[in-house]
């Protein structure tokens, strides 16, 4: 697996051991773009540590390797998670109140914290522990 940065288009990509592209993000050059290429990277399952942190080195940067994490080429459990959560959530709020973040494994809800979306969550078979005012976390699915 392989990034790259074009300096041209400020596009980064991802590729294959066979060189086929995975994703696709335009970034901002500097500090932001190695900011985003983590971000970036740990959205399409790649796991935070490896020799790919070695972009913060050298401007502009054109290739670096990284390393992949245990779920090789797909998204984490938390990014699944946090998708889902959402999709659940704007069947019964369509107006968008709500914001879904992934923190890790477990996905973190911003936004009004009223019974009604907690027992929306509870009957979709979510395990929802309510936080601080306007925050529930959801550390996922019921067994069973």
Do not use: C
Not at 2 to 20: C, F, K, L, P
Not at 44 to 71: E, K, Q
Not at 97 to 124: E, M, T
Request: glycine share 12%.
């Amino acid at each position: 697996m392989h990034i790259y940065y074009s300096r041209v288009t400020r596009e980064m990509w991802i590729t294959d051991q066979a060189g086929n592209v995975r994703a696709r993000k335009t970034a901002r050059p500097g500090q932001k773009m190695v900011n985003e290429a983590g971000q970036f990277l740990t959205e399409h399952g790649f796991s935070r540590t490896g020799n790919y942190l070695g972009l913060a080195s050298g401007s502009p940067v054109r290739f670096a390797s990284i390393v992949p994490s245990a779920n090789y080429g797909q998204r984490g459990r938390g990014a699944v998670l946090a998708s889902a959560v959402s999709r659940v959530l704007n069947e019964k709020f369509p107006s968008g109140r709500f914001v879904v973040k992934q923190r890790g494994d477990h996905v973190l809800v911003l936004g009004p914290r009223d019974h009604d979306s907690v027992r929306w969550l509870n009957a979709k078979g979510y395990r929802v522990e309510p936080q601080t005012n306007n925050e529930l976390l959801v550390t996922g699915k019921v067994d069973g």
